[in-house]
């Protein structure tokens, strides 16, 4: 019940298409769900991020597209660019709990 | 403002040693925690300490510890290393803690084990 579930494992897209990720949890009890984008030899950084009370969340080309009651939630980056190609984590927290997805590696081609 | 510092960068240590990790968190940030990331189970929570106390323990065994000082730095310790210890470790301090608020990671600690 602790797990968030991601996919896909990896994603190929052209540049300025849209980049695609979902992720879905079990426990009813998460109320914050963070995007983190990670690049090779750094730290994931804070994308973006949703509480349950919100169906959408809209920053720059970054959208959290969220449904509570599918208990899914996904990253949508508009109008993808090389420079967003990074490995990109799902998270899910309450409580003292944090719990990642186990990542989407994207690569955007130029 | 600074963000997460954590050293060393690397560190290169053998079966049996311990070893002592350090993160210093973003000024005014009483929440420290610890994730170990590796390719086969991506990014795994350790502990997180706050205002000098362990609020909550993820699933390692007790060769994993920490502490946190006063100032808000936390050391992470490891004894006994084994091989499948080898790993990215991460910290993130946020202002007061891991629940619906966000987290900032340093760029890690890569622990090699020979």
């Known amino acids: 019940q602790q797990q968030v579930k991601q996919s896909p494992q990896s994603l190929i897209v052209q540049k300025g298409g849209i980049s695609i990720i979902n992720c879905a949890y079990e426990?009813?009890?998460?109320?914050?769900f963070p995007w983190y984008q990670q690049f090779p030899g750094k730290g994931p950084a804070l994308l973006i991020a949703?509480?349950?009370?919100?169906s959408e969340k809209k920053e720059g080309r970054f959208t959290i597209s969220f449904n509570k009651s599918a208990k899914q939630f996904s990253l949508h980056i508009m109008d993808s660019q090389p420079g967003d190609s990074a490995t990109y984590f799902c998270a899910a927290t309450f409580g003292q709990n944090f719990v990642f997805g186990p990542g989407t590696r994207l690569s955007v081609l130029p | 403002k600074a963000g997460v510092t954590q050293t060393p960068r690397y560190l290169i240590k053998t079966r049996g040693q311990q070893v002592t990790l350090s993160c210093s968190p973003i000024?005014?940030?009483?929440?420290v925690s610890w994730y170990q990331q590796t390719p086969g189970q991506g990014l795994q929570f350790l502990f997180e300490?706050?205002?000098?106390?362990?609020?909550n323990k993820g699933n390692f065994p007790g060769r994993f510890s920490g502490r946190q000082f006063s100032n808000s730095r936390s050391e992470m310790n490891v004894s006994t290393l084994e091989l499948g210890d080898s790993a990215l470790y991460l910290c993130?301090?946020?202002?007061?803690?891991?629940?619906?608020?966000?987290?900032?990671f340093g760029d890690g600690t890569r622990l090699s084990i020979l």
């Open positions: 300490y706050f205002s000098e106390t362990q609020r």
């Open positions: 426990n009813t009890a998460f109320d914050y």
């Open positions: 993130a301090s946020s202002l007061g803690g891991v629940s619906n608020q966000p987290q900032h």
């Open positions: 949703i509480r349950p009370d919100v």
């Open positions: 000024s005014g940030h009483r929440s």
